[in-house]
């Protein structure tokens, strides 16, 4: 099978197209037939080993798993002997967590204790492949961690990224008042995606709006608590992915002083049950029609360093992904 692996932090140029075996599927596990696979800021990160204190995890010289991609979405070709869930040619997607690996034609996972869900209904596998980056992510954070409520008022920065489109549409369907931050050309999409308001970054800084969101959620990290915090109500939230040292000292600190709070979680790090039950109630949106992924770009697995560059060059609109099949 082919599969993209790298052996050093770097630049999209580190990545290759190799030829490896397909894997065996345990008694608990899954093979799945590869589709389509996200490609994520997340992705970019652990090329580059960033930022430097995560190597610690992922590897402190050199990456310590050589496949990288996490969420998948393919048809099953094999299943273990104690799987029951799943039978062989079942339509799945899901994440592949701290494995990696799923930038391959085919994936290994276990059918209980992994991220695997059937393909909702509708979705094509271009379209589910990047569901455990944006959805699950702005879920967790939206729906988990901040308590948004219908009526309370959130404002999105990086609203037209992968993060930042779900996160719109999970806010609506929730009842929320949508500001989204992003830049003037994609203001039609996220309007079209449900924002109440977009402000142009390049035009107006949202921090000085002051006491007026409930809630602050920086997709990419773009912000910082320190500088948002004015534009939050008395006890509204700050909350980002993108972990840095200022928003670590911001979280400890503001978990023992102050009404405004700063919140930073890996999403990847929740248990498994958690994560599928996320997807559960993620899957209700969907069927409502209150909830599409967004693609920028599709790219072959032979066109994963130029899928890289893309991402790299900061301009993509929603997600990339890479097509198997």
Known sequence: MKAVCYYQYGGPEVLRVEELPIITPGDDEILIQNHASSITRADTFLRKGEPRFGRLFIGLFKPKNKCVGTGFAGTIARVGKDVTAFKVGDKVY?????????????????AQKGV????????????????????????????????????QHILINGASGALGTAAIQIAKSIGA????VCSAKNKTLVKQL???????????????RYHTYDAIYDAIGASS????????KQKGMYLSPVLNGALLCAVIRTSIVGKKKA??????????????????????????????????KVYTIDQVVAAHQYLDSGHKKGNIVLRFR
Not at 177 to 180: E, L, Q, R
Not at 194 to 208: K, N, S
């Open 94 to 110: 899901g994440e592949t967590l701290f494995d990696f690996g799923a930038s391959a034609e085919y994936v290994c996972v276990n």
């Open 116 to 151: 695997v869900q059937p393909l909702p209904l509708g979705m094509s596998f271009e379209e589910a492949a990047p569901l455990c980056d944006g959805a699950l992510t702005s879920y967790n954070f939206l729906v988990d961690i901040a308590k948004l409520k219908a009526g």
């Open 177 to 180: 008042k949508v500001t989204a």
């Open 194 to 208: 449900g924002a109440d308001e977009v402000i142009d970054y390049q035009q107006e800084d949202f921090c000085h």
């Open 225 to 232: 608590f320190a500088k948002a915090k004015k534009a939050l």
């Open 263 to 296: 919140k930073f979680q890996a999403t990847g790090t929740r248990k498994p049950m958690e994560l599928n039950r996320f997807l559960e109630q993620i899957h209700a949106i969907i069927q409502k029609g209150a909830l599409t992924t967004v693609i920028d």
